[in-house]
């Protein structure tokens, strides 16, 4: 009967199997951290962005506020509204804001037919 017995493993095997682990390491941490930046900006639209500065409510009528950051070279069209205390949204206006400039400040005036309780500006998108 023949017994074959394994070669015990030399330096060089030793020390390839913690390097192996550190480049699968390295490989999962660079993956992990693309992925979270995917999430992160999932949904938005890069390079623009949207905010509601103030508004002003009166009995038919809402005055906004809005502040808008953005390419310098995009045409940029955002919506406008007001809405009442359960969302629904009582007035809207589609704004264009033009190429040439990056910040741009505006107010608009919307008429609703009953009270409004708030309005923002949102769905902005490069055309």
């Known amino acids: 009967m023949t017994t074959s017995v394994s070669k015990p493993a030399g330096p060089s095997e030793d020390r390839r ?4 682990l550190v480049v699968i390491g390295v490989l999962v941490a660079l993956a992990s951290v693309g992925f979270g930046v995917i999430y992160m900006n999932a949904g ?3 390079g623009i962005m949207a ?3 103030a508004f002003d409510i009166a009995d038919t009528s809402v005055k906004i506020t809005y502040l808008v950051a953005k390419g310098e070279d995009d045409e940029v069209r ?5 809405f009442d205390p359960d969302f629904e949204i009582l007035a809207e206006k589609e704004v264009v804001l033009p190429v040439g400039t990056s910040k741009v400040r505006d107010t608009e005036t919307l008429t609703t037919p009953r009270r409004a309780t708030g309005a923002r500006i949102h769905g902005c998108r490069a055309v």
């Open 17 to 20: 199997r913690p390097l192996g």
């Open 44 to 46: 938005r639209t890069p």
């Open 51 to 53: 905010e509601t500065v």
């Open 78 to 82: 955002c919506t406008v509204d007001a």
